[in-house]
């Protein structure tokens, strides 16, 4: 219970910190300081569950978190706040999934999403009634099609994490980078500027580098 409790608290407050940052900031620079999970989540396990972390593997979160300033910008500007807020949803969402990784023997996959849907709910309610404003029928549509979507999203990313380390999987969640960056330029016109490409690049490098590396260590230790 503890763990469940702490793996849904922490996932809550990622969800609601990755939605002020997409509400803020372009959808893509949003998603990508999100997609630093993965190497949060590595460091995360290596203190909490004592996994061993390679020289390959620090040597790739060293450069993502370059990769990181380059889109966050740090300066105190008006756009720092809601990266910092991005930034900080990635870490609660690793800490999560760090949690998903210490329930992975002892829970269901399923059980882990239900649990943190169920809590999720809960908690929200009070907040939704005291903020509650007529949606249209287009706003429901929307809604219902983020929750479909959000509610899948949870069950791979569980299952995965349930069934692999965090080092074999990181590579598969920056697709959505690419997906993000195409969807808010065609829907919303934004286009994100030079040095936050940048960054997209050395995050997305420094995390094919780290897939890389562990895919031939595993090939290896089989031979």
């Known amino acids: 219970q503890p763990l469940l ?3 849904s608290t922490l996932g809550l407050i990622g969800v609601l910190l990755n939605i002020y940052a997409l509400d803020h900031m372009v959808l893509s620079d949003a998603d990508t300081l999100m997609k630093l999970n993965p190497f949060w989540t590595i460091l995360l396990c290596f203190i909490f569950l004592h996994e061993k972390v390679r020289k390959y593997q620090i ?6 978190i370059l990769g990181m300033l380059l889109i966050v910008k740090p300066e105190f500007s008006s756009s720092f706040i809601p990266a910092l807020i991005g930034l900080l949803s990635g870490i609660f969402a690793a800490s999560a999934y760090t949690c998903v990784r210490a329930l992975s023997t002892r829970e269901a996959p399923y059980t882990i999403v239900f649990y943190f849907s169920l809590f999720s709910v809960i908690v929200l ?9 007529p949606m249209s029928k287009l706003q429901v549509l929307y809604l219902f099609g983020a929750g479909l979507s959000a509610a899948v999203g949870q069950i791979g990313i569980t299952l995965a994490y349930s069934f692999a380390a965090a080092k074999d999987i990181s590579i598969f969640t920056y697709a959505s ?3 993000t960056a195409i969807f808010g330029f065609i829907l919303f016109g934004e286009t994100p500027d030079l040095l936050s490409t940048i960054g997209y690049i050395v995050i997305i490098s ?6 890389e590396k562990a895919r031939r260590e595993s090939n290896t230790q089989q031979n």
């Open 5 to 7: 409790i702490s793996r």
């Open 59 to 64: 040597s790739a979160m060293i450069v993502a």
């Open 125 to 133: 309610i009070p907040f939704s009634i005291v903020t509650f404003e």
């Open 177 to 179: 980078i690419i997906f």
């Open 206 to 211: 420094a995390s094919y580098y780290m897939f």
